[in-house]
């Protein structure tokens, strides 16, 4: 007999009504009868929250996705002494709570999973350990599916269940090659109950939402703060990541699986600590418009409050464009407004250890003070950004504001205190995960050979691979000691590894994973 059917119902949960209403009350938000997994505070369904979500417990399997496994006091998986369901039907279950878990509507593409099962599913980003439940915890996001040559960009609210203030000194980040970034939000005031749980797409109309900004990044890399610093999170904080990305590939069945994970580290708070605050410093939307005329176009803001009297000590600034973005350079502003000393030189290298002659709107500098530079807010800064377009594909008279990689867009990362005391940067890159220092790639794009410079201070064991759009290997480049200090290699395309011809570059070494994007043109 069925284990949830209307006689003696298996965990009080009687799934055989023709009662819609009431099948899906018994679903949403109920706490499961099992005695461990209720004092765990899982739900049978968790709108938005897969791991939280009971039922996915139960019917996952290693084979599908190891991360659901239960614990003993759990009781047996389901379907109860019979073959599981297949990975598909558990994945259609698992994107349905991604989505909000809606009673009505189609939320999901069956046939994108179907693809992705059963046809050229590209591999999923290796699911990182999550650190010690008492030195933090992981925070995961996805997976969602993308077509070949899809992008999408979404907000996604996340609650931590956490049941006192939290402190964070310390985040690690894990995202797709193909992301363009992954932001963390934290809603404030009770923002969170003014936005529904699960996906939500980016829209102009919502892109600056009522939310506070924590911390963004481009790629897979560590954040760690100043000594004396953190990051708060109040009791019971509800983030709201958003993560933005295009599946490059142009196979017809290579579906990206989309997802990222935050791995958060508490502070010692057996010091005094002061607040690390961020903000984004976005242009007006409505100023930035570019004509496609060949010229450079210039675009500058002021940034000050004249009556303030605080002083924020800045410890991070970061800048970011979209294509066609060719400088990003920002200033101190004088008393009298004019320009004054230059904080930030956008032809710097990631790193910020070396002026690079260019650009890189896609892996823009990050400048850290050490220690943190002071600068009073009733003078403030400036942000200056240049474009051009140059382009002989793009049929547009103007380009302007807009959310994806063919709109523009002009912001300033920034990070503070407002603590009077100064705090000395030292510890910034004090963790192996900041000892990587460059991989870059010349010509890119590149008509033959590319060649694949790499800098790592340290010897180490270190791997660098070329993978295509389905994420398989193509070239082993460099796999043993590294030798302090880097070196450089080539990679020639041989035959027609990739119909699109873009590659993905990745070195790993055993504390991180750095990876570049190349291009072959045609």
Not at 198 to 209: D, H, I, K
Not at 233 to 243: C, G, K, Q, R, T
Not at 330 to 358: A, C, M, N, S, V
Not at 413 to 437: R, W
Request: net charge negative; glycine share 8%; with cysteine.
């Amino acid at each position: 007999g069925s284990c949830h059917g209307n006689s003696g119902p298996g965990s009080s949960l009687n799934l055989q009504t023709t009662d819609m209403n009431a099948l899906y009350n018994n679903l949403i938000g109920v706490s499961p009868a099992n005695p461990a997994a209720g004092s765990a505070g899982y739900k049978i369904v968790d709108p938005g929250h897969p791991h939280n979500s009971f039922i996915l417990k139960k019917l996952a399997f290693t084979e599908w996705d190891d991360a659901y496994s239960l614990e003993v006091p759990e009781g047996n998986s389901m379907p109860d002494g019979e073959p599981h369901l297949s990975k598909e039907n558990v994945e259609l279950i698992r994107q349905w709570v991604i989505q909000g878990a809606p009673q009505n509507g189609n939320v999901v593409d069956t046939d994108v999973i179907d693809d992705y099962y059963n046809n050229n599913g590209m591999a999923r980003i290796a699911r990182p350990a999550a650190p010690d439940p008492a030195e933090g915890f992981q925070v995961h996001l996805g997976p969602f599916f993308l077509d070949p040559g899809e992008e999408a960009e979404y907000y996604k609210k996340h609650r931590l269940y956490n049941e006192s203030d939290k402190k964070i000194s310390k985040m690690v980040d894990y995202i797709n090659d193909e992301s363009h970034h992954l932001l963390l939000f934290e809603f404030t005031n009770g923002s969170q109950s003014q936005e529904p749980d699960g996906l939500r797409p980016v829209t102009v109309q919502n892109a600056f939402q009522d939310a506070e900004y924590v911390v963004g990044w481009v790629d897979t890399d560590s954040i760690i703060l100043p000594e004396g610093t953190a990051y708060y999170f109040p009791e019971e904080a509800v983030l709201d990541l958003n993560l933005h990305l295009r599946n490059y590939a142009f196979n017809g069945d290579s579906v990206l699986p989309a997802e990222a994970y935050i791995n958060f580290y508490y502070a010692d708070e057996s010091q005094p600590l002061q607040q690390m605050y961020s903000d984004l410093l976005i242009y007006s939307p409505f100023s930035l418009v570019i004509p496609n005329d060949g010229n450079e176009h210039v675009f500058i803001e002021h940034i000050y409050d004249g009556s303030s009297t605080d002083t924020m000590n800045v410890w991070m600034l970061s800048t970011h464009t979209h294509k066609y973005g060719t400088d990003f350079d920002i200033y101190k502003r004088q008393p009298g407004g004019g320009q004054g000393e230059q904080l930030y030189d956008g032809f710097f290298d990631t790193e910020y250890e070396f002026p690079q002659g260019y650009y890189d709107w896609e892996h823009p500098a990050k400048r850290y003070f050490e220690p943190l530079e002071p600068i009073e807010l009733k003078y403030g800064i400036i942000q200056e950004a240049k474009f051009q377009i140059n382009d002989p594909d793009e049929t547009a008279n103007i380009i302007f504001f807009g959310l994806t990689t063919d709109d523009e867009m002009m912001l300033t990362f920034i990070q503070y205190t407002l603590e009077s005391e100064a705090v000395s940067g030292v510890g910034i890159n004090d963790d192996k995960l900041s000892d990587e220092e460059m991989l870059a790639a010349y010509p890119n794009p590149f008509s033959d050979e590319v060649s694949i410079v790499f800098n790592v201070k340290d010897a180490v064991e270190m791997r660098l691979e070329v993978f295509n759009t389905l994420g398989q290997s193509v070239k082993v480049l460099y796999d043993g000691t590294n030798i302090p200090g880097g070196g450089m290699t080539t990679f020639k395309p041989v035959g027609n590894l990739d119909p699109s011809g873009i590659y993905m570059v990745r070195m790993t070494t055993p504390d991180q994973v750095f990876s570049t994007r190349i291009i072959k043109s045609k």
